[in-house]
């Protein structure tokens, strides 16, 4: 430098080191010990899928969101599926949802046959705006769907109240929100049916899994029809020959493993754990990120407890000399595994076949959208994967600020 000032590090994208050896990646699973013992005795036992194990780990996730019923799916996705097919949701019916979230929350809507419709999102949240969906309800609206983006519960009490006011069923789509809480009640508790993943980057995994959990018996019963062929398998038998069973709908085969389940079971023992880790790691970030100009935090509001699946800053691309696309490009290449959640759903090429070009009909989910770049976040970061994000992010932006 010419004018004596101490070389900034070069850039990784430029041919300098990168501030880490190794990748690190935005979600990691942790599986400990206990998780592979549980995990092998099941394999030596009787019952590789639908036995104890599945009973076990509904109870005990029911409980652990205070609801009184929680079903077991083979993914997320099949479990948003079960659940808009437990509202009875049919063929030209409506859903409101938000585009600013994994297309599972979307599509769930199409398998059933039923149109997504989409409502902008809140600016400080990015959780669906209450208003927003007001103005999207229509005599075909059927359910409200609302996303906990990157954990923070969206604006319950509002949904509730249109969807009472409309007769509406609401599904929440609480995948990134497992023991999040909203004024004082636990995410899982307060909507209709509320829907969890346990996909590997989630707060608990099964491999692959997901559960519905409700406080009514017939959705309930509705959605373990649906895992399982559409099949009752528990009509009067004494009425019936021995080997009656009855299929009353068209169900699938959506069931969750007792393998899955067995290690669901031993991952919840440290969902405590798992959201304390994630809370210090979000409030680490606050602090070390407060200072730099050139990001704006997630916000949170005074009445929720996020459980932080995922930690999205935006970008104040003003202060800047370099698109999102840069920035990004620059902190993968110095092995930070940044991502962007979400590309909004109806901008995907299969929806724009499907409903046409949306292009500006939710202006703040699609602005957000441009600025957006979420951090990695898993309960297994240490303190040193966190000082390199930071490392690298305050390298990166002061590279490119003007
Ligand atoms: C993870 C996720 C799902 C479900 O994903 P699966 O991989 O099918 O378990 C649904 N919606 C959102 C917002 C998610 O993040």
Redesign the pocket.
Known sequence: MSNGAPAAAELAINGGAPVRDRPLPYGHHCIEDEDVQAVVEVLRSDWLTTGPNVREFEEAFAAAVGARYAVSFS??????QGAVFAADVRAGDEGVTSPL??C??ANCLLYQGATPVFADVCDDTLTLDPDAVARRITLRTKVLLP???AGHPAEMDAIMTAADRHGLVVIE?A??ALGATYRGRRVGSIAHMS?F???P??HITTG???MVTTDRPEYAQRLRRFRSHGIEYAPDRRRREPWYYEMVCLGYNYRLTDIGSVLGRSQLRRLDANLAARRKLAKAYDVALGTLPAIRLPEVRGDVEPAW?IYPVRLWLERLTADRATIFRALRAENIGVQV??IPVYLHPYYRRRFGSLQGHCPVAEEAYSRLISFPLFHGMTDRDLEDVVQALAKVVRAYSQ
Do not use: P
Request: aromatic residues 14%.
């Open positions: 993914s997320g996705t099949a479990a948003l979230t994994f599972a929350s996303v906990d983006y789509d995948s990134h829907v993943s346990f996909h980057v989630k692959e899994g997901g699946h959640h979400y």
